[in-house]
């Protein structure tokens, strides 16, 4: 059929995209434990929000969690203290590229070494020759002991900024003129080089916020929350809300968790609070920590008086079966029975195709593909005018896979979206105001965008070790709180510190089907983080939490960062 004679009602269709990074300082040493945040700031912010300034026309939402926008602020006052103080990171790869002298210290080499050739082997190291060159002779020195003490200063340093130049996002490249000059270069970096570097990176992460709020000024983007610190909400509520979908899964040794509730309403609370600081206005949107919702979730979204929020198709999916609705259509907006708050649900085949499989793809046929999959939606829904297809997910993990950090894609994407005469690319915050029909589901099986369970967080032994953990500091937490025995400030500290330590991503790393480095990393930030809460709470540490909870060893997909909504 041709696009003239249909005239039925567009599809519509919304982009999600989630930026979200776990809190890496310590908060007792402000020591960074993990460069991520600010790599990913360079390269994948920076490349979002140019292509979406590109394309004029397109509509987005992104979804900006609050840890991460406070360790990009975090990030902001050390290149302040940097540049004004002289005063060194706390990032460890960033002062590291500061130094005047590496010298013949060991552990820092290799530090450099291991850290600098973390980077995707077909799209990063092979694309730029200088920089492969460089992680050959850092793997070989890395494989035999005592090799790193031959390779002279100059190697380090140049491993140091070319790794910085890899992870550049794509947009940044093909404008600024400091980083092309550094890939002419190519070798033989020297101080003022690497300063010139650190002020391009400093740039970049100030013009974050203020570009994404100059979009959703604009009316091109809607940008929407998660709660403060990243928690999974309904197990906090309720642990056993994991049995919904999960019937048998083995639970933490404790019943719930101690003052869950309220722990909840603190992370939307501050979320609500750190958000609007950062962007000055009130979103309306929540998508929760891992689209984790149950019906109790769904009851403190509303009484915060978010208008919409979404989870994965998995869970409709739980939930169509278990009320027996067999011939419900996915592609609505939803409402649980009395609660005002929409439910968008995602589409997991179209969203897990961007995440794993059109990275592969000439980006061309990748589009074509997914915008047939868009058609296919709108004939079998009927023509439907409120026929919404929610596409969402990980906005900074899968780019790396891609050919030019996903930039070619994700333009031929918007492009091909916005010019498509039966596609109507929108907003959540813009569908509902057009939409104001709802399908009523009777109930809600709580669970997740991964696989429609809780079974990510909850229900393995060393996750259930970590939940148990977290209970007994919970505890103490609680006695000495209680007690009135800390002062004001101390207190403050110690009521962040429990709200880090609630986050999920601990949980997502323990399992022996993740790759061990990156187990061990979580593993012992989780570890630290508990052990700051009883500094900070002045008790003794329970010895506990001096042994390994997980120390993984599997090989996940896309070296677990993540996960497909699809079991």
Same mark, same amino acid.
């Given at each position: 059929?041709?696009? +003239?004679q249909?005239?039925?009602?567009?599809?519509?269709?919304?982009?999600?995209?989630?930026?979200h990074?776990p809190?890496y300082?310590?908060?007792?040493?402000?020591n960074?434990?993990?460069p991520w945040?600010?790599l990913?700031?360079?390269?994948?912010?920076?490349d979002?929000?140019?292509?979406?300034?590109?394309?004029?026309?397109?509509?987005?939402?992104?979804?900006?969690?609050?840890?991460?926008l406070?360790?990009?602020d975090?990030?902001?006052?050390?290149?302040?203290?940097?540049?004004?103080?002289?005063?060194?990171?706390?990032?460890?790869?960033?002062a590291?590229?500061?130094?005047?002298t590496?010298?013949?210290?060991?552990?820092?080499?290799?530090?450099?070494?291991?850290?600098?050739?973390?980077?995707?082997?077909?799209?990063?190291?092979e694309?730029?020759?200088?920089?492969?060159?460089?992680?050959?002779?850092a793997?070989?020195a890395?494989?035999?002991?005592?090799?790193?003490?031959?390779?002279d200063?100059?190697?380090?340093f140049d491993l140091?900024?070319?790794?910085?130049?890899?992870?550049?996002?794509?947009?940044?490249?093909?404008e600024n003129?400091t980083?092309?000059?550094?890939?002419r270069?190519?070798?033989?970096?020297d101080?003022?080089?690497?300063?010139?570097?650190?002020?391009?990176?400093? *740039?970049?992460?100030?013009?974050?916020?203020?570009?994404?709020?100059?979009?959703?000024?604009?009316?091109?983007?809607?940008i929407?929350?998660?709660?403060?610190k990243h928690?999974?909400?309904p197990?906090?509520?309720?642990?056993?809300?994991?049995? +919904?979908?999960?019937?048998?899964?083995?639970?933490?040794?404790r019943?719930?968790?101690p003052?869950?509730?309220e722990?909840?309403m603190?992370?939307?609370e501050n979320g609500?609070?750190t958000?609007e600081?950062?962007f000055?206005f009130?979103?309306?949107?929540?998508?929760?920590?891992?689209g984790?919702?149950?019906?109790?979730?769904l009851?403190?979204?509303?009484?915060?008086q978010?208008?919409?929020?979404?989870t994965g198709?998995?869970?409709?999916?739980?939930t169509?079966?278990?009320n027996?609705l067999?011939?419900?259509?996915?592609?609505?907006?939803?409402?649980?029975?009395?609660?005002?708050?929409s439910?968008?649900?995602?589409?997991?085949? *179209?969203?897990?195709?961007?995440?794993?499989?059109?990275?592969?793809?000439?980006e061309?046929?990748a589009?074509?593909?997914?915008?047939?999959? *868009? +058609?296919?939606?709108?004939v079998?829904c009927g023509?439907?005018e409120?026929?919404?297809?929610p *596409?969402?997910?990980?906005?900074?993990?899968?780019? +790396?896979y891609y050919a030019n950090n996903?930039?070619h894609?994700l333009?031929?994407l918007?492009?091909?979206?916005?010019?498509?005469?039966?596609?109507n690319?929108?907003?959540?915050?813009?569908?509902?105001?057009?939409?104001s029909?709802?399908?009523?589901?009777?109930?809600?099986?709580?669970?997740?965008?991964?696989?429609?369970?809780?079974s990510?967080?909850i229900?393995?032994?060393?996750?259930?070790?970590?939940w148990?953990?977290?209970?007994?500091?919970?505890?103490d937490?609680?006695?000495?709180?209680?007690?009135?025995?800390?002062?004001?400030?101390?207190?403050?500290?110690a009521?962040e510190?429990?709200?880090?330590?609630?986050?999920?991503d601990?949980f997502w790393w323990f399992?022996?089907y993740?790759p061990?480095?990156?187990?061990?990393?979580?593993?012992?930030l989780?570890r630290?983080?508990?052990?700051?809460?009883?500094?900070?709470?002045?008790?003794?540490?329970?010895?506990?939490?001096?042994?390994?909870?997980?120390?993984?060893g599997?090989?996940?997909?896309?070296d677990?960062?993540?996960?497909?909504?699809?079991?």
């Open positions: 059929m041709s696009h +003239e249909d005239d039925k009602p567009k599809v519509n269709v919304v982009l999600c995209w989630h930026m990074q809190q300082q310590d908060q007792f040493t402000r960074v434990h993990l945040t600010y990913h700031a360079i390269k994948d912010y920076a979002m929000a140019a292509v979406v300034e590109q394309v004029p026309q397109s509509r987005v939402v992104v979804n900006f969690t609050p840890v991460l406070d360790q990009i975090d990030y902001i006052q050390q290149f302040d203290r940097y540049f004004n103080q002289g005063e060194a990171f706390n990032d460890r790869l960033l590291t590229l500061a130094m005047a590496i010298g013949p210290t060991e552990s820092l080499r290799l530090f450099i070494a291991k850290q600098c050739i973390r980077a995707n082997e077909k799209r990063l190291v694309r730029f020759p200088p920089y492969q060159d460089l992680v050959q002779l793997r070989l890395l494989n035999k002991p005592g090799y790193l003490n031959y390779l200063e100059q190697f380090f140091l900024v070319w790794y910085h130049l890899v992870w550049m996002g794509e947009t940044v490249r093909m003129e980083v092309q000059r550094l890939i270069k190519a070798r033989g970096f101080g003022k080089d690497r300063r010139e570097l650190l002020g391009v990176i400093d *740039i970049l992460i100030r013009s974050v916020v203020p570009r994404y709020r100059h979009l959703a000024e604009s009316g091109q983007m809607e929407s929350v998660t709660p403060d928690p999974i909400l197990l906090l509520l309720d642990f056993k809300s994991t049995l +919904e979908a999960m019937p048998d899964a083995p639970l933490p040794k019943p719930h968790y003052g869950g509730k722990r909840a603190v992370h939307l609500l609070k958000f600081r950062h000055g009130r979103p309306v949107g929540c998508w929760p920590s891992e984790a919702l149950s019906e109790p979730t009851e403190l979204l509303d009484q915060v978010f208008q919409w929020t979404a198709g998995g869970v409709l999916g739980n169509r079966n278990a027996k067999h011939k419900l259509c996915i592609h609505h907006g939803f409402k649980v029975r009395n609660n005002e708050v439910c968008f649900f995602r589409d997991d085949n *179209i969203s897990d195709l961007i995440g794993f499989t059109y990275s592969g793809w000439n061309v046929d589009v074509n593909n997914l915008v047939h999959h *868009i +058609e296919n939606i709108r079998a023509y439907q409120d026929t919404i297809v *596409i969402i997910l990980d906005g900074e993990n899968c780019w +790396e996903g930039y894609f333009k031929q918007y492009s091909k979206l916005v010019e498509h005469p039966k596609i690319l929108t907003t959540f915050r813009d569908y509902s105001k057009r939409h029909k709802r399908t009523e589901l009777p109930s809600l099986v709580a669970g997740s965008w991964v696989y429609g369970t809780f990510t967080w229900g393995d032994p060393a996750k259930n070790r970590a148990d953990l977290l209970c007994q500091a919970k505890d937490f609680d006695r000495v709180m209680s007690s009135g025995k800390l002062a004001p400030e101390i207190a403050q500290r009521e510190q429990m709200a880090i330590c609630e986050g999920s601990w399992g022996d993740n061990a480095e990156s187990v061990s990393d979580f593993d012992q989780y630290t983080h508990l052990k700051n809460l009883y500094r900070f709470l002045d008790e003794p540490a329970p010895e506990s939490l001096e042994h390994v909870i997980s120390r993984g599997g090989v996940a997909e896309n677990g960062v993540m996960r497909r909504g699809q079991g």
